[in-house]
């Protein structure tokens, strides 16, 4: 059995296995990709994974802002 196989040269994942998805964001909160991203993952070309990699330290995958919390429900 050939070696080939382990030696590829592709783009690797950004995943760090803490998967869960920002209902804000909609975004991962673990690797800041999208839903769409993580399953399209495996199919895309590299050059795509490139960018999306690229792009993944300006994203946040969670929301700047609170939301209110106790004094936010206390107002209504």
């Known amino acids: 059995m050939s070696d080939e196989v382990w030696k590829r040269d592709e783009v690797e994942s950004p995943c760090t296995q803490i998967?869960?998805?920002n209902p804000v964001t909609r975004l991962c909160t673990g690797c800041a990709r999208s839903i769409d991203e993580?399953?399209?993952w495996?199919?895309?070309p590299p050059s795509e994974r490139s960018t999306i990699l690229a792009e993944l330290p300006?994203?946040?995958a969670t929301p700047k802002t609170r939301r209110g919390g106790?004094?936010?429900r206390l107002k209504t």
Request: charged letters at 20%; glycine letters at 0%.
């Open 19 to 21: 998967c869960v998805v």
């Open 38 to 40: 993580i399953t399209r």
């Open 58 to 60: 300006n994203r946040s």
């Open 42 to 44: 495996s199919q895309m």
């Open 70 to 72: 106790r004094a936010a």
